[in-house]
């Protein structure tokens, strides 16, 4: 079966363009945030009460819940009677990859090298290199040529993975190198990236979150439901982002990029608001006092 993830790669890459967040990829977030913690198990009732506070209705919850089971990504299961749905192999396995993407604070650097995808893909099987393509771009390659992609090198484990697992080993190489002559590497970076894409993206996720900081400023503690409804929003729609760009060295960006400020401001939020946030949610599935 194919995997909702493998469809859109657990949507992180799959609908960049909209500000518009879905229960689905609220549920994404919630079950890669906390269900992993607590044995990989959610309850259908606690999902349903951790969205209520993100505006989600429950039977939306309940019908992105099933979409996803139907694609492979979560297993119904019960526990003590109570229905509820666990995350499938599949989705473990994303998710374990994304989080070093997600969360991966630094930056690759020049001495880093970079890593080529050189491939080539019969007529006859087209679909596969389209698949090939998609995934590529998903995981934040560049384009040199139509069939020389490029991206930092420590993007090796997580291409290699994407390969074996798509059983497109077959029509792809990986080679490391580093960059010799000729011209200017700044300008052929923003030939091989889409800027233009990009920028407007990270100003939004500054413009939809910036406020949120601000707005907590100093207070301590965080109160934890504000803490989860912010947090959840602001990573689910983070994790999107990293998958477009693959933490270029900041060498090779252009003045003042609105990459870094965006990335400091999601950090930022994130150690604010992981702990009260997780709080949060221990308190409503019962593994602490209210």
């Known amino acids: 079966m194919t995997s909702e993830f493998d469809v859109a790669d657990a949507e992180v890459a799959a609908e960049p363009l909209t500000r518009a967040v879905t229960p689905r990829q609220l549920i994404v977030t919630v079950y890669g945030l906390y269900s992993r913690r607590q044995g990989g198990w959610l309850s259908v009732a606690a ?18 819940v099933h979409r996803l089971k139907r694609h492979g990504v979560l297993d119904a299961t019960r526990h003590d009677g109570a229905a509820g749905y666990e995350l499938s192999e599949a989705g473990l396995t994303i998710l374990r990859e994304g989080d070093e993407r997600i969360f991966r604070r630094t930056r ?17 099987e087209r679909n596969k290199r389209h698949q090939l393509r998609s995934q590529l771009t998903k995981l934040g390659f560049g ?11 420590h993007l090796h484990d997580a291409t ?12 792809a190489d990986l080679l490391r190198c580093d960059y010799l002559a000729f011209g200017d590497l700044s300008e052929k970076v923003r030939r091989w990236w889409d800027f233009a894409q990009l920028e407007p993206l990270y100003a939004d996720f500054i413009a939809d979150h910036g406020p949120v900081l601000e707005h907590l400023g100093s207070r301590t503690p965080v109160d934890g439901p504000e803490a989860f409804a912010a947090y959840v929003q602001a990573l689910t729609d983070w994790r999107r982002l990293p998958y477009l760009d693959p933490g270029l060295p900041a060498e090779l960006l252009p003045a003042d990029w609105v990459g870094i400020r965006a990335a400091d401001l999601f950090f930022a939020l994130h150690d604010a608001l992981e702990a009260p946030a997780g709080e949060h949610v221990a308190t409503v599935l019962g593994l602490r006092e209210r």
């Open 47 to 64: 999902l349903i009460g951790l969205l209520a506070g993100l505006g989600a209705d429950g039977q939306a919850v309940r019908s992105a």
């Open 108 to 124: 690759a650097t020049l001495t880093d090298g970079w890593l080529l995808a050189v491939f080539s893909v019969p007529e006859s």
């Open 143 to 153: 384009t040199v040529s139509a069939g020389v992609w490029i991206a930092p090198a």
């Open 160 to 171: 290699a993975a994407m390969l074996r697992r798509l059983d497109l080993t077959a029509y």
